[in-house]
């Protein structure tokens, strides 16, 4: 057993080296409980505030912050006239490393740091990894390195240092799975659990009234095959900690918290790791009443900018709160090499500023109302655009119809040079509902000559066009995306700053009158090439924002990885990068609680080729680091892939053929990708006010056609129940009716009907069944 200061060491082995130790720091600690007791005043904080009712967030959580330990700046949070208040008025536990409060500490510094904790009635933390030094668990080093805790904590304490919790940093996993560094413990839970409870105990009798915390980490950071649990990474988690919780109760002491230390880079939830599991650790921890705090702890080893660290703690909060994880502690530690400095709270991105701003994103998150058309947190809608023979290869390509996606990007212009462009519309908007997709109507200002959004904003000439559209959204009834004047800064639409939200007022404006916009989410779209002034606001009003109550949600094109990449820079030469900018949008979208759709997305520079190995290059390049940027921006819930071959276009000939079903590796991850559960697809999509455009039938059915997939014909089941009108029509995926197989009265009972693809060219087919105002519908594969 450990005994720490006062008492015999713990080996046998009690050697004059340790023996010296002994009497060394029981001298020492003599001389600083005299040194407290009669002339310290004691700052501890008040045993009121010190219970479970935190400030603030939800009635009864707490806002913990860690900055680095051995910075040289850490102290400078304390100094005075240090802008950190804000922050400080709104955390409820500040985190220290016990290695931080060393003999040098500067006084002033010292009783700076206690009056500012003191008046903000902040609680105090400390992270103590006393039981981690253990070299293969036979020497006095776990002890030694313990007893050198305790002593620079007392030290603390006897100058003034408020004492509020003691933090004990991975005993379990460090005994159980090899010391640290390079250990060989191999201990049982139940010996682990017994040493901790010793050191505990130890701290107990000079400090009688502090609390307990334990972090793990979560996934381990160590697996594999043990002596004491051979196969199975020490069993299951939840029982290891059910046994280290009755140890600590059979011995008299208490744990309050259990910290889940996962940063970051563990959020892709490997098997049976991850997200899921700290889920079921929280649980497991409140049926015990421990409160459980969740580490959000983006860096683990390694260089990262000011920016990543900030927008990746973030992430791991939304991704956290998206598998349905409350926990007690919201923390924001930084046990790495932050690049940044600690103070000021005002300049991005100092530490403080990074966690004030979390602390109010999150506030923000749980206040905010969803936007029209927003699905739940954690799911993406799948969508595609926008060239018919392209969108249908690509759903070809898919070779699953439980991945279809779910919206379709088209566009629309004012005025345009079409002819008969209502009515086109209008049959665009049936074909969407005959299919089931959710339409997404890009509307472009121009003439095809001149861009006309300054005619939209000052003058009435193009009023009837606005209104005819509206018109024809409300006659079709359900749910659609309308993003006006898209990519609206970019040179290549050179629309016109303060003009330009007026225009996009007046459409929104115009669909209200006419009742449509209760059906309608709003777009206001960007490209990160376009200059970075698309938040400005001056004397004359705000430069291209149209206002919160005008704009539902925020939109951006992605095309080039460097503009998303989650590696790249956000800032080259000085000047803020593309990459950069596609974040400080999205930053602006979180602070104003607006989803994202990525309205135009495409691999572009990919040259897409059939060569397998050419694939496998091109998805390592574009599509992981796609996938990531999802993954770190759950303010992000749709995107439209557009399926082309650039090199057909003159003027992006050089962005490459970005065509998923070109090549067969890509192809086939794109498909696994997408079956993850968080997209939203056509089939089986299951969203909060999503109509769907298929009643259920009653009176008849409808089979799967045979044989599917077909070369030339096949064969349609179907049965009625009582004689009536059966309609049988089958349409492209882009909803253009390709024939009518039945239009007339059937008798009860169950027909066939065969169907002659010949002429069609392969790709994904519907067939569409209307019985007294009742319709199914399903899908087929014509391969040729």
């Known amino acids: 057993m450990i005994r720490l200061i006062i008492g015999s060491l713990s080996r046998n082995r ?12 029981v001298t ?85 740091a206690v009056r500012k904790l003191k008046d903000a009635r902040v609680l105090v933390n400390y992270e103590c990894g006393g ?218 991105y100092t530490f403080t500023y990074a966690c004030k701003q979390f602390f109010e994103e999150i506030e923000r998150a749980a206040a905010r109302v969803p936007a029209k058309l927003e699905p739940p947190n954690g799911k993406v809608y799948h969508g595609v655009g926008q ?30 040079t079409r002819g008969d462009k209502f009515e086109q519309l209008r049959q665009a908007l049936t074909a969407e509902r005959d299919i089931g997709r959710i339409p997404h109507l890009s509307i472009a200002f121009t003439d095809g000559r001149v861009w006309t959004d300054s005619i939209i904003a000052t003058g009435n000439r193009y009023d009837y066009i606005i209104d005819s559209i509206a018109a024809a959204c409300k006659e079709y009834g359900r749910r659609i995306f309308i993003r006006p004047g898209f990519e609206f800064n970019g040179s290549w639409n050179p629309y016109h700053p303060y003009l330009y939200p007026l225009a996009f007022r007046k459409i929104v404006d115009r669909f209200r009158a006419f009742g449509a916009a209760d059906s309608a989410a709003f777009l206001w779209c960007y490209y990160p090439s376009a200059p970075n002034d698309f ?40 000047q803020l990068s593309t990459k950069g900018k596609s974040e400080r949008f999205l930053a602006l979208a979180r602070e104003k609680g607006k989803p994202v759709f990525l309205s135009e997305l495409s691999a572009a520079g990919t040259f897409v080729t059939t060569d397998f190995n050419d694939g496998m290059n091109d998805w390592n390049l574009w599509f992981v680091p796609f996938w990531r940027f999802l993954d770190e921006h759950p303010e992000v819930k749709g995107f439209n892939y557009i399926n082309w071959d650039w090199t057909q276009f003159g003027q992006w000939k050089e962005w490459g053929d970005a065509r998923i079903e070109v090549n067969p590796f890509i192809r086939m991850k794109y498909a696994e990708e997408l079956r993850k559960p968080r997209f939203i697809h056509l089939r089986g999509a299951k969203t909060t006010g999503i109509e769907s455009s298929v009643v259920p039938p009653s009176a008849f059915k409808l089979f799967q056609n045979y044989p599917n997939p077909f070369n030339g014909s096949t064969t349609i089941g179907f049965e009625v129940a009582t004689a009536g009108s059966v309609r049988l029509i089958v349409f492209d995926v882009l909803g253009r009716k390709v024939a009518t197989l039945l239009d007339e009265e059937w008798s009860p009972g169950r027909h066939l009907v065969s169907f002659d693809a010949d002429g069609l060219p392969s790709g994904i087919y519907f067939y569409r069944m209307t019985v007294s105002n009742q319709a199914q519908r399903r899908a087929m594969v014509l391969i040729r």
């Open 131 to 348: 039981l981690r030094p253990f070299s293969g668990c036979d020497s006095l080093a776990g002890e030694r390195h313990a007893q050198g805790e305790l002593v620079q904590l007392l030290r603390w304490y006897s100058r003034g240092g408020p004492i509020d919790f003691i933090t004990m940093d991975s005993p379990i996993n460090t005994m159980i799975a090899g010391g640290d560094p390079n250990g060989t413990c191999n201990w049982s839970v139940q010996r682990a659990a017994n040493e901790m409870v010793d050191y505990m105990k130890e701290i107990r009798r000079v400090l009688p009234a502090v609390r307990f915390a334990l972090v793990e980490p979560i996934p381990w950071y160590r697996v594999g095959s043990l002596p004491n649990y051979p196969g199975n990474n020490y069993g299951d988690l939840l029982m290891t900690l059910d046994t280290v919780l009755a140890v600590v109760s059979s011995r008299g002491e208490t744990l309050e918290i259990f910290h889940s230390d996962s940063p970051y880079e563990y959020s892709d939830d490997p098997p049976t790791q991850g997200w899921k599991k700290i889920k079921a650790v929280e649980e497991f921890l409140h049926s015990k009443g421990l409160r459980h705090g969740r580490i959000h702890n983006s860096q683990l080893g390694g260089f990262q900018s000011d920016q990543m660290f900030y927008e990746r703690t973030l992430a791991s909060w939304y991704r956290y709160k998206d598998t349905g994880g409350d926990p007690d502690e919201i923390e924001v530690w930084s046990w790495y090499d932050h690049p940044s400095r600690n103070v000021p709270e005002s300049q991005p």
């Open 387 to 416: 060239s018919n023979r392209w969108v249908n290869e690509y759903i070809a390509g898919l070779a699953d119809s439980t991945i279809h996606p779910v919206v379709y990007n088209f566009y629309y212009d004012i005025p345009g």
């Open 14 to 25: 009690a050697t004059c080296e340790a023996s010296k130790m002994k009497t060394f720091l």
């Open 28 to 112: 020492l600690l003599f001389l600083i409980c005299t040194l407290h007791l009669i002339g310290q005043e004691s700052l501890q904080i008040s045993p009121e505030r010190s219970g479970l009712h935190g400030r603030g967030f939800n009635g009864g959580k707490r806002y913990w912050i860690s900055p680095a330990s051995v910075r040289s700046d850490f102290w400078d949070m304390f100094k005075p006239g240090t802008a950190w208040d804000t922050l400080l008025s709104r955390i409820h536990v500040f985190s220290i490393h016990v290695n931080a409060l060393t003999e040098r500490t500067d006084t002033t510094l010292l009783l700076s």
């Open 535 to 574: 938040d400005s606001i001056d004397t004359r009003g705000a430069r291209w924002y149209p206002g919160d109550s005008y704009v539902d949600w925020f939109s951006l094109d992605l095309f080039y990885v460097r503009d998303f990449h989650p590696d790249s820079a956000g800032y080259r030469r000085g």
